[in-house]
């Protein structure tokens, strides 16, 4: 697979002008930044015809990084925003830039039935396990024992497994990779942009300042690392007892479906109405 040098994604993608980023050293919303555009930039798509959504957190500031048209919303909220442009445009795709909490915590309702509805959309969806921008609470993924603000003494709640309720909800694609599986990782978002309907690329990204110090691990190297420890590949889960995939996250592709999404489901709804009601041309 050939990769383009990185400055000519730069030069062709982001805004100079809001250049650097916010993004910490060490942080992964960077890399998985740069696979959706090398994505983009694989398939061909029309800068002209996306457009990123996003709530609020540290991945949500993504779209006013890049050189498209956009919508920075507010918290929890991305996937309302994001259905009400699909519905007026169809013709545009629609990427939403989320994290962990903006999608699973507030916006967890939006989330469930934005699959339910079979939204034509794709999700980045980053999980570093906390809500790094505002003070390293833990997040509703955190795997038990994981340390944040409001957790000193590690997270006794159950974490959601985000890719797990996208596959139960409907989601015509989901995948799970972490920002390592920099390959993986673009290959999915290829997919899922040509897919119809719902689909999500969820990536595991190190927060080294709001997570990983709170957890003995102070740099993005050593976050990587843990990953590589407690990940695990979907064939091979398969082949494992349930004992001892505890405290561990299964990674690969989850769903590759194709069920009607929702804009091709509600024109035939438009049509159905007008033919009940006469009003057919």
Known sequence: MYLKPAYEIREKYLRKDMLPTIFCPGCGIGS???????AIDDLGLNQDEIVWVSGIGCSSRVPGFVNFDGLHTTHGRA???ATGIKLTNPDLKIIAFMGDGDAAAIGGNHFIHAIRRNLDVTVILINNF???MTGGQ???????????????????ENPFDIADLAVSAGANYVARWSVFNYLQGINSIKKALQKEGFSLVEFL?????????RNR???SPELLRWYQKITVPLAKAKKMPPEELEGKIVIGEFADRDRPGLVREYEAYKKRAKKMMGWEE
């Open 32 to 38: 998985a930044l740069q696979y959706t555009l090398r």
């Open 79 to 81: 996937l309302a925003f």
């Open 130 to 132: 906390t809500y790094g």
């Open 138 to 156: 833990v997040a509703p993924t955190a795997l038990k024992g994981l340390k944040g603000t409001t957790a000193p003494y590690g997270q006794f």
């Open 205 to 213: 990204s190190p927060c080294p300042i709001s997570f990983g110090r």
């Open 217 to 219: 691990m102070k740099t």
